[in-house]
């Protein structure tokens, strides 16, 4: 079983209309959208969902009124300004505690140290994930809550669930659509794949974001391969990311056209290669052959 996951220094580059035409071209394998923060894959592929579960990330504290003594302790205590005080709600004098729910972190100090043991801490659902059929093969992809964290927790469980589905169903990839950034979401996107495809953008601001990605999935001592989207824009800055490559000893796979059936082909939920052929797909099919040839190494 391989991995393939592709990542982007930031979002917006094509990684995921890139990653809907290599599902498309691989025709059967498992699909992972580990974009948590931003899912979008399903928007193409049109999932049909087969399960459903909530994600529970960590916890959340949570001041019971009746119990509060409003001391205050727990107000000064946190660090993340997350408690405030405030009037009892019986209308009676005096004031109690409750904690923001934005705001709080989960780290269960104020928990520890109540007088009274009046703060509950709680498990919290922060999200959603589900497991799909596509026309393309098994989907697992997911939703974060609206100011949720601990999407690299939830970037895991996908990547976990994806490899039991593959060896269940006897696939031999895995194509994940990994989170942009250099962040959490994006250390468990990439840590143990095989193969690492940068997708990138002929722009100064292109070249630097690629420079941090491959320096973050060196340190994890993993294969990079780079394709530059949209190469033509700007072929002075392309040669420019094709000499880096060079010099750090990266393949790059992919030069990919500027192509406008790509916004024409999202709106009618197709991959590039399904819409038909035109410069970008034929690209990407060029793309994908080095990619299966790296991938069978």
């Known amino acids: 079983m391989k991995e393939l996951v592709v990542i982007s220094g930031k979002g917006g580059t094509g990684k995921t209309s890139i990653v809907a035409s290599l599902a498309t071209l691989a025709e059967k394998a498992v699909l992972a959208d580990c974009d948590v923060d931003a899912a979008d894959l399903h928007l193409v592929l ?5 399960r459903r579960e909530d994600f529970i990330g960590g916890k959340q504290a949570f001041i019971v009124e009746d119990n509060c003594i409003g001391c205050g302790r727990c107000a000064r205590i946190c660090k993340f300004e997350a408690i405030e005080e405030k009037a009892l709600s019986n209308g009676s004098k005096g004031s109690v505690y409750r904690v923001d729910t934005i705001s709080c972190e989960g780290c269960g100090v104020c928990v ?7 703060i509950e801490f709680n498990e919290v659902v922060n999200g959603q994930w589900f497991i799909s059929d596509t ?14 964290e601990n999407s690299g927790k939830l970037v895991s469980l ?42 990138t953008e002929p722009t100064l601001s292109g070249l630097h974001d ?4 491959v320096e973050l999935a060196r340190g994890f001592d993993l294969s990079i391969v780079v394709a530059i989207n949209k190469y033509d ?3 002075d800055m392309s040669d420019k990311i094709e000499a880096y490559a060079l010099q750090n000893d990266i393949e790059v796979v992919g030069k990919i056209h500027y192509d406008k059936s790509v916004t024409k082909a999202q709106i009618n939920r197709e ?19 080095r990619l299966s040839k790296r991938l069978s190494e």
């Not at 026309?135 to 949720?148: C, E, F, P």
């Not at 690629?210 to 990605?213: A, D, F, G, S």
């Not at 991959?271 to 052959?289: A, P, Q, V």
Request: aromatic share 4%; glycine share 8%; with cysteine.
């Open 210 to 213: 690629l420079e941090r990605v």
């Open 135 to 148: 026309r393309y093969g098994t989907m697992v992809h997911a939703t974060l809550g609206i100011a949720q």
């Open 233 to 235: 824009l700007n072929p």
């Open 271 to 289: 991959s590039l290669i399904e819409h038909g052929d035109s410069l970008g797909s034929t690209d990407i099919k060029e793309m994908w052959k």
């Open 158 to 199: 996908i990547r976990r669930e994806a490899k039991e589905i593959a060896k269940k169903e006897n696939q031999s990839l895995i194509i994940v659509d990994g989170s942009p950034g250099i962040g959490c979401p994006v250390i468990a996107s990439i840590t143990g794949a095989d193969i690492v495809l940068v997708v």
């Open 46 to 50: 049109e999932p049909t969902i087969k």
């Open 112 to 118: 520890e140290f109540c007088p009274r043991e009046a």
